[in-house]
């Protein structure tokens, strides 16, 4: 039954549509060929009823221009009314039958007499000023009111009185001016007139109460109703609409767009709408008079049909929402803080790029991910306004180098996103790398604290790049394709870019197993601490590096060159490295115990650990909980780290000496960072270490010379030195021959376990124990 029913709901509809395009162009054509229109009132209607409606519906006139006067009559002396027409001096033109039948005055007897002679004295000033408005303003300014609605005292021909309701209309009679008048019994018809009396009242209220413009269409898509409130949506006065096309309130070209969807709305009712899945509301651009194009939203209400279908339209200007929805646009999917695309566009750009693979049959498209080298640096040393001002700038010197065709995201932070819709070739991906490389490397002007009120800096940047189809045919494939390679390019110096290969799966699975297993490996304590000695220049062990080992049941030793790089990115080095401290304070705690009260441990912080806020709180809570002598500690920092934030490392560093006395802190690797003489002559350290680099070297040219000027620099800064890497007895006699203090390496012994250190420290001076090179 349901589908019968919509069967011929569609039936219905496509025939309606049929009628409605066959009474368009037929109207049209005799339009455009005479001039002539239809006429609304067929032989043997009411022509009571006929005013009644245009009454309630504001038409001009019931009749059109072009009914001929044999017409005419012939509409009237089939009409079911009482009726006759008048001119502007009230003279009877003619009567119809109904007329003579009911108060009995011949055709002869009362055309050319005055309309008055029929009515009862008193009762005529109302039809009297109609007729004269008739003189004075024509058929087309007649526009009829509820006050047409008459209540008039008839004289029989007999002389008895008569009540009877009358209503009026300009129309015209063979081109002439007429004014028509029906008349009915008051008895018989007066609720009829009273209820279309009150309902044109309320719509009137009601219309001109809202503010959205009301405008009602009939069958030629004609206006023949308008509210006040077009004055505000359309710039029109109501009358100026009456009788205009329905296309004057839209642009040429938008109108015929959506022409057909306006004959459906107007054949379907409101209550077949959604079965057929129509919208209740259509948005379109509409036509203000004097301001031009403006965003409409029109809502439908039930098509009618009585004497002809109407449609009754409430159009609102949607310009305010419009530019309200287009500002939560850009706050749902830009970044704030420069006004590049977030993720969510991202995402939505990417879908609707891989909807389409015919775009990849010539070529392909490329995703770039990019991460800033050195922008934490400028952060910390610069401020946030600057870090804010070069992600600012990075995005403006990003949009200069793509093509309009192309798209660039900020997914947060440091790291931006570039979507190149088309490329030929790999090739033509690597050129924008390029191009980008060479737009971030120019100097940033940034706010800061110099005298001059700013200051340059500068960073890199990591590209990795996937290319789709082919690394990726979903977002969440090429995303991570480009996400491997953006970091193999970091891993592989930064400030450069690498394209996605499948290898880099493997290193990422590996990555990831190494991540699992670590995690795995701190809740099952397979990490052990192994200790290397660092002796005088006579060779007597005085101290002890403490050295993180992982022991795995399956894998058997992990190289700390795997595991530590892994856990320093993902933060894992923390818990790590508050493991590796509490674990060193207790061993060393022992071992002054055991008869070696001067026997120190030294101990390196990552850079991860050392950027923890509670850095401090964390070292001395170990110190604390362990018992040891702050004396026998040395904390190993390296001067990149310390470089990298160097005020806030300062401070960190006479906060732990502050509150431990005695506490010692190296600068480890030194000479392989960039460290300002300034500051390091305000650095609260103790002793220097000499990186390996440089010892395994020792003797070149070059080399021994910058050794010996970290040698000259410490002693004039009164620091101690410990040379690590020593390998070999020249070495160590060169060493001994420059007053460096401390030496450590194979020369001397390899990292051992703890329960070999009691063995080692009673075994005298080094090198005398033997060396295990591949434990390191």
């Known amino acids: 039954m349901r589908e019968q029913r919509f069967e011929q709901v569609l039936d219905t509809i496509e025939q309606r549509l049929d009628a409605v395009s066959a009474s368009v162009l037929e109207y049209e054509q005799r339009h455009l060929s005479s001039g002539a229109e239809d006429p609304l009132v067929q032989p043997g209607d009411s022509i009571f009823d006929a005013i009644l409606e245009q009454i309630v519906q504001g038409l001009h006139s019931f009749l059109t221009p072009s009914t001929s006067k044999a017409h005419f009559d012939a509409l009237l002396s089939s009409a079911p009314d009482i009726a006759c027409t008048l001119d502007c001096e009230t003279r009877v033109l003619s009567v119809n039958p109904v007329f003579t039948q009911y108060l009995g005055y011949a055709p002869h007897a009362i055309v050319g007499r005055p309309f008055s002679e029929v009515l009862v004295e008193g009762s005529e000033q109302g039809i009297v000023q109609r007729a004269r408005d008739l003189g004075l303003a024509g058929v087309s300014r007649q526009l009829p009111k509820p006050e047409d609605i008459l209540m008039l005292r008839a004289r029989h021909s007999d002389g008895s009185p008569l009540s009877l309701e009358c209503v009026t209309a300009a129309s015209l009679r063979g081109g002439n001016a007429v004014l028509v008048a029906a008349l009915r019994d008051p008895t018989l018809h007066r609720s009829l007139v009273q209820q279309l009396r009150l309902t044109k009242d309320n719509y009137d209220a009601l219309s001109e109460t809202l503010t959205e413009a009301i405008v009602r269409i009939d069958e030629r898509f004609q206006i023949v109703f308008a509210n006040r409130a077009v004055r505000t949506t359309f710039g029109f006065e109501p009358q100026e609409l009456h009788g205009k096309p329905f296309s004057t309130l839209f642009p040429g070209e938008i109108y015929r767009r959506h022409e057909q969807d306006f004959r459906k709305y107007f054949v379907v009712d409101d209550t077949d709408r959604r079965n057929l899945g129509m919208s209740g509301t259509l948005e379109i651009l509409g036509c203000h008079k004097h301001r031009g194009v403006t965003p409409m939203e029109i809502s439908f209400g039930n098509s009618k049909e009585y004497r002809g279908r109407t449609l009754t339209c409430i159009i609102r200007d949607i310009t305010q929402r419009k530019s309200a929805e287009r500002r939560l646009r850009q706050l749902a999917y830009h970044d704030q803080l420069t006004g590049l695309g977030n993720r969510d566009l991202f995402d939505g750009d990417m879908r609707r790029l891989l909807e389409k693979p015919e775009r990849f049959e010539k070529g392909m498209a490329a995703l770039l991910f990019l991460d800033l080298d050195g922008f934490k640096q400028v952060n910390d040393t610069l401020g946030h306004d600057a870090g804010d001002r070069l992600l600012i700038d990075t995005g403006a010197r990003l949009r200069r180098t793509l093509r309009e065709t192309d798209a660039v995201y900020r997914f947060g932070g440091d790291e931006f996103v570039v979507l190149l819709g088309f490329v030929h070739t790999r090739r033509d991906a690597a050129l924008v790398a390029n191009n980008i490389l060479g737009e971030i ?4 002007d940034l706010p800061g604290s110099s005298e001059l009120g700013g200051q340059t800096a500068t960073v890199g940047v990591s590209i990795g790049i996937a290319l789709f189809p082919a690394d990726g045919a979903t977002i969440e494939a090429v995303t991570r394709a480009a996400d491997l390679a953006m970091y193999h390019a970091k891993e592989s110096g930064k400030n450069r870019f690498a394209f996605y290969s499948a290898e880099l799966d493997a290193r990422a699975r590996e ?44 894998m058997g030793q992990v190289q700390p060159g795997r595991f530590i790089p892994i856990a320093e990115e993902t933060g894992l080095i923390i818990p790590l490295g508050n493991w590796v401290m509490e674990t060193a304070l207790r061993d060393i705690r022992s071992w002054n115990a055991d008869g070696y009260p001067d026997l120190y441990v030294a101990i390196n912080l990552s850079p991860r650990q050392f950027d923890q806020p509670d850095l401090v709180e964390a070292v001395s809570g170990a110190i604390t909980r362990s018992g040891v002598n702050p004396a026998n500690v040395k904390l190993e920092i390296t001067e990149s780290c310390i470089m990298s934030a160097p005020k806030t490392a300062i401070r960190k560093m006479n906060e732990l000496k502050q509150r431990h006395p005695g506490l010692s802190i190296s600068i480890d690797d030194f000479g392989t960072g960039y460290s300002s003489l300034s500051y390091l002559s305000q650095l609260p350290a103790d002793a220097i270490k000499i990186d390996l680099s440089f010892v395994t070297n020792l003797f070149q040219l070059n080399n021994q010379k910058v050794v010996n000027a970290i040698i000259n620099l410490a002693h004039s800064m009164n620091l101690a030195i410990v040379a690590e890497g020593v390998e070999s007895k020249e070495q160590w006699d060169y060493f001994n021959q420059h007053r460096c203090g401390s030496l450590q390496g194979y020369h001397f012994g390899g990292a051992v376990s703890r329960q070999a250190v009691q063995q080692l420290l009673h075994g005298g001076p080094l090198p005398e124990q033997p060396t295990d090179a591949a434990a390191e």
Request: charged share 25%; hydrophobic share 40%.
């Open 511 to 554: 990555r990831w197993e190494l991540e699992q297993g670590i995690r795995a490996a701190l809740a099952r304590g397979e990490f052990v601490l192994h200790y290397q000695p660092i002796v005088g220049a006579d060779g007597a062990v005085g101290g002890l590096e403490a050295l993180l080992r992982w022991e795995h049941p399956q």
């Open 441 to 444: 490397r120019r100097p940033y």
